[in-house]
């Protein structure tokens, strides 16, 4: 076998390419997986050795689902808890099904507080705590208080490990506590300034820190303006808090104002990317990252919606049907009419796009939403009319019947008219309605473009031609 060199070891100073590339090739997957089938471990302890867990978390979810588990035996000891909390949810829960309380304690403990909170929180309640019965009393208690919390809240996302201090001291006391701390946390960027009842009342920055002398009072350098999340607010609006001010790390808060914990940019990353992957999943009417999920969960998860597809289809089927006469007399319509309807449904579905995601980053108000609309209104008409040219003349063209020409390419101009408006309301209703806008907009809309659709083309035919 090959010696296996992996692009993520690779250095920007790389004289072949000149840039550093990363993530995982097919050959170093197949060579990994082959090793492992023939209980190859010396190749796959050498291979592996400087690997970061996220590639390694990429590399499992590659490998045959057969053969995770005789990795995960090959690689014992060698695994970086980080790992387990790099993987996929539903290929985490499969190599923790077969594993023991003891040993899903021993990596939950080697984790940072949010990552061990995810990883309990899959666990069905009964073997949660048979985990947390093989974990150490004070690490529980903080476990027990993470998993206490709402899901997707602050609290989920936040370290009790961070850096607080008192108004009255100065950087020289607050380096020397630094310096003594065993316990210090593993990344920080700013330090917390306290008053005696623990509320936050400023932050001093480590820059800012290290520049002043050691007779500064924290008090007089501190930044006294401060973002505090609360303890059960949303992800979602966790995460725009830190993308609209720019945050590295931000206090979170008790009921009373206290300071409990802290949230830091890279645990953002993650709920950013986690959300943006949510809106777009939902999008397309599925509920949850599947790709690694059983046939029949997957199945099941899908079926909702697909369901909810098909009582829509039939709704602009029965709107057909009212035309049945006009489509048995004119056959050119049966094969025009598609056209109408499809032409709706992907202007529709752009607005929409634009518009949920809109939502989400609280770039869509009710101070600008008239003037958006009005926006959508316009563009839909200058889309509709080029489109009705084109389509008016392909017909008339096609079919030698100018009539027909004319029909479709006013209908095409109603349809998509209809669909950025619909494409816009939709979603901003739903909002307000307290629904989320990404699970049910896109039933909504294509159910109003199709029947709009069919309706504007074959009634105006039937006024027209018959």
Do not use: C
């Amino acid at each position: 076998m090959s010696e296996l060199n992996t692009d993520s070891d690779r250095r920007p100073d790389d004289q072949d390419t000149g840039a550093a590339t990363y993530g995982l090739s097919d050959e170093i997957v197949q060579e990994i997986q082959n090793a492992v089938e023939q209980d190859e471990p010396d190749f796959i302890h050498a291979a592996l050795e400087d690997w970061h867990s996220a590639d390694i978390a990429d590399l499992i979810e590659q490998l045959k689902p057969k053969l995770r588990a005789p990795f995960f035996q090959i690689m014992e000891g060698r695994i970086d808890p980080d790992v387990y909390s790099d993987l996929d949810e539903n290929v985490r829960d499969e190599l923790v099904e077969g594993m023991e309380p003891a040993e899903i304690a021993a990596f939950v403990s080697a984790l940072e507080l949010d990552d061990a909170v995810s990883v309990l929180e899959d666990l069905e309640t009964e073997d949660q705590q048979e985990v947390l019965n093989e974990i150490p009393a004070d690490e529980r208690a903080a476990l027990e208080e993470g998993l206490s919390f709402g899901e997707d809240t602050a609290g989920r996302l936040m370290q009790r490990n961070l850096i607080a201090v008192p108004e009255y001291w100065n950087i020289g006391q607050t380096i020397d506590y630094l310096r003594d701390t065993v316990d210090l946390p593993e990344e920080f960027y700013e330090i917390f300034v306290v008053d005696p009842r623990h509320h936050p009342i400023g932050t001093v920055p480590l820059n800012r820190a290290m520049r002043n002398k050691r007779d500064t009072n924290v008090r007089d350098i501190m930044d006294a303006e401060q973002r505090l999340i609360p303890v059960d607010m949303d992800q979602e609006e966790v995460a725009y808090q830190f993308q609209q001010y720019r945050l590295a790390s931000a206090a979170v808060v008790n009921a009373d104002g206290a300071l409990i914990g802290v949230i830091t940019v890279d645990d953002i990353v993650d709920v950013i990317s986690e959300e943006a992957e949510e809106d777009i999943l939902r999008l397309g009417g599925v509920s949850e990252d599947d790709l690694f999920g059983s046939i029949l969960s997957t199945s099941r998860a899908r079926f909702p919606w697909l369901f909810v597809n098909l009582l829509t289809a039939i709704a602009a089927s029965i709107a057909i049907s009212f035309f049945d006469a006009t489509l048995e007399a004119i056959i050119a319509l049966a094969v025009l009419m598609p056209i109408v309807a499809s032409m709706g449904g992907n202007a529709g579905t752009q607005t929409l796009t634009v518009v949920v995601r809109a939502i989400a980053t609280k770039e869509l108000t009710s101070a600008n939403m008239i003037r958006i609309l009005s926006k959508e209104t316009i563009v839909a008409l200058v889309n509709g009319a080029i489109f009705a040219i084109l389509i008016g003349g392909i017909a008339w063209a096609w079919f030698g019947e100018i009539r027909i020409g004319i029909i479709i390419s006013i209908a095409m101009v109603i349809n998509i008219l209809v669909a950025g408006i619909s494409g816009m309301l939709v979603p901003v209703m739903l909002e307000k309605m307290k629904v989320d806008p990404a699970i049910a907009s896109s039933v909504f809309v294509t159910t109003v473009t199709d029947i709009v659709g069919f309706v504007a083309f074959l009634g105006l035919a039937t006024m027209v031609l018959l």
